[in-house]
């Protein structure tokens, strides 16, 4: 394929004109390279006579204003031209009879395989977090400090992208900044106490106790916000409640440490929501999550050193030195760390892709992903009063998320409609 360098410029001929031409000094000489993937010659012709014209090419136009001008052009045959340069947006141009129009990536060709693939690295980046996460508790029981390299890996990680401009670093104001705050010290405390869950209890039980998030969200609605509820959404939590309760009756690795921990880090995570519905910044999902991780590490550090330094210096790290090595142990650290900061930042990714309805569904299938593989895993024996009362536990979470994204989705066309 020939490459081909090509300037074009325009001479304005003032006679040819009845009134003043003005034309922008960048617009007057555009320059391309073009790839020819056809044969095209170019002749004088006849003349095309347009009282305004505009010719757009490669993200740049050029406009001509004040009374009637000449537009030549002819062509030997049909053709396509394909430019082979990056337009100002960095696309490439695809120019049909005098036309030119991005064209488009791969996203946009198959939208539903690359959400597939955001919604598979989701999951899979959740289960290996929880997977791996537990067996570190089994050496090394110290939820509180092990939230702390949670968060430091990702903010080391942030910092390392933002120096390579993988996203550019969002600049943040003081007002910013306070509206994360109370966004990113929910984050930590919820962070935290499902760490503390985790270490009490088998990982699957934790989860189906977080299956009552949705409760403590729609009452924080209605009692804290004022926001009605509708019968509907509060008999889809009736499962749920019922389904937990059934669970926990049973439930082999049962301790209230662990019972309390998750059911505080789920109130935590309601006021996170809330919180982030106020702070609206304009920000990118990949900033915010960076500046939220940056605070919670800052609110984590001080609790992890009063409550488990003093343990931690005299024995807790030498004791899971002594069972794994020092190698296996700050490998276990960084990697559990870096499987938490990528499931949370791809899953806020593939959020800002989906509909409410197929947000809701994703939730309640990672929620069964991640038990079923724990309990795969780690062989954990439960009982068959446990394990129904999980499944109807997440059937009331899946039931009350259609409903709750499809009252969503209703307001959102309602107040689209003009009328």
Not at 146 to 163: D, E, I, M, N, T
Not at 372 to 388: A, D, E, M, P
Request: proline share 5%; net charge positive.
């Amino acid at each position: 394929m020939a490459s081909i360098a090509c300037s074009t410029q325009f001479l304005l001929n003032p006679s040819r004109f009845s009134s003043p031409v003005r034309v922008s000094p960048n617009l007057v000489q555009l320059k391309t390279r073009f790839s020819v993937t056809s044969r095209a010659e170019f002749f004088p012709v006849p003349e095309y006579r347009l009282s305004t014209a505009s010719v757009g090419l490669s993200g740049t136009s050029l406009g001509l204003f004040g009374g009637s001008q000449l537009l030549r052009r002819k062509f030997s045959g049909d053709f396509t031209t394909k430019a082979a340069a990056d337009d100002a947006d960095g696309y490439e141009i695809e120019v049909s009879d005098g036309l030119s129009k991005p064209s488009k990536s791969f996203g946009e060709k198959f939208p539903v395989l690359v959400t597939g693939f955001f919604f598979f690295t989701w999951y899979f980046l959740n289960v290996i977090f929880n997977i791996l996460n537990k067996k570190v508790y089994n050496y090394f029981p110290y939820p509180y400090f092990v939230s702390v390299v949670h968060l430091l890996v990702g903010v080391v990680y942030c910092l390392f992208s933002w120096a390579f401009g993988l996203p550019k670093r969002a600049p943040i104001d003081k007002e910013q900044l306070a509206l994360l705050t109370p966004v990113a010290f929910c984050h930590a405390l919820g962070h935290v106490m499902s760490n503390v869950s985790f270490a009490a209890v088998a990982v699957s039980f934790t989860h189906t106790i977080k299956a009552l998030e949705p409760f403590f969200s729609a009452a924080a609605s209605q009692f804290v916000l004022g926001h009605q509820i509708p019968l509907s959404l509060w008999l889809s939590l009736a499962p749920v409640v019922f389904g937990v309760s059934m669970a926990s009756l049973t439930e082999l690795s049962f301790n209230w440490t662990g019972f309390v921990s998750a059911m505080i880090s789920n109130i935590a995570f309601t006021y996170r929501s809330i919180y982030s519905k106020k702070a609206m910044t304009g920000m990118d999902s990949t900033n915010v999550y960076a500046y939220i991780s940056i605070i919670a590490l800052l609110v984590c550090i001080p609790p992890a050193l009063f409550i488990e330094g003093p343990q931690l210096m005299q024995h807790g790290f030498a004791d899971a030195i002594a069972k794994v090595g020092l190698q296996k142990l700050l490998s276990d650290l960084f990697w559990i760390g870096m499987f938490y900061h990528l499931y949370n930042q791809v899953a806020a990714n593939t959020l800002e892709r989906v509909a409410p309805l197929t947000h809701a569904v994703g939730n309640v299938l990672k929620r069964v992903f991640v038990i079923g593989f724990s309990i795969i895993v780690f062989g954990n024996r439960i009982s068959t009063q446990t394990g129904i009362g999980t499944v109807i536990a997440i059937a009331g979470v899946a039931i009350y998320s259609l409903i709750k994204a499809n009252m969503e989705e209703q307001k959102r066309k309602a107040a689209q409609d003009p009328a």
